[in-house]
T-cell receptor
């Protein structure tokens, strides 16, 4: 069982749709992350929120819009996605910065398919 | 730029064999994590190593952090089909909330 919960588990959407991915953690962690993972590849960092503020944006296209409503929740709003955006989207959290030896904990991901 | 290189990239072995996976860098890391990921699921944290030279054991898995904190290894004794998966090492970039991942090792254990 994972302590980071992601919904939905699967999502199929057209290129003109708007949808959101949700992530929740109740471990009191102060950093939350979005990753994109293509098949058989390591996760690629997209965004980092620390203490509810966006601290890292890895030059992600604006069709991906992150939101952190509170310290336990993280959303990823999707609009006008392209077929190449089809991937596994992973949410992770960590107690604080990795500089303190704090590991990341991952959810099971949302499998996104763009038609 | 900090990089983590894993070797081998792929490994297919018979049940009962031993194996070692390596995670190497030219940079010093304050800690390294090892994860196992199965298809359709998120990475599951196996261990965090923090001290140079540290050895940690998790049942049949033995993890070692290099003395200089630039590399780590994962040794599996008597591999089982349940060990099949993608093994990833990861480390934090100092002074940031960013982690980098190794290139991954895909392990398949045949019954």
């Amino acid at each position: 069982d994972t302590e980071v919960t992601q919904t939905p588990k699967h999502l199929v959407m057209g290129m003109t749709n708007k949808k959101s991915l949700k992530c929740e953690q109740h471990m009191g962690h102060r950093a939350m992350y979005w990753y994109k993972q293509k098949a058989k590849k390591p996760p690629e960092l997209m965004f980092v929120y620390s203490y509810e503020k966006l601290s890292i944006n890895e030059s992600v296209p604006s069709r991906f819009s992150p939101e952190c409503p509170n310290s336990s929740l993280l959303n990823l709003h999707l609009h006008a996605l392209q077929p190449e955006d089809s991937a596994l989207y992973l949410c992770a959290s960590s107690q604080d910065s990795g500089s303190y030896g704090q590991p990341q904990h991952f959810g099971d991901g949302t499998r996104l398919s763009i038609l | 730029t900090q990089l983590l290189e894993q070797s081998p990239q792929f490994l297919s072995i018979q049940e009962g064999e031993n194996l070692t996976v390596y995670c190497n860098s030219s940079s010093v890391f304050s800690s390294l994590q090892w994860y196992r990921q199965e298809p359709g699921e998120g990475p599951v944290l196996l261990v965090t190593v923090v001290t140079g030279g540290e050895v940690k054991k998790l049942k049949r898995l033995t993890f070692q952090f290099g003395d200089a904190r630039k590399d780590s290894s994962l040794h599996i004794t008597a591999a089982q089909p349940g060990d099949t998966g993608l093994y990833l090492c990861a480390g934090p970039i100092s002074g940031t909330y960013k982690y980098i991942f190794g290139t991954g090792t895909r392990l398949k254990v045949l019954a």
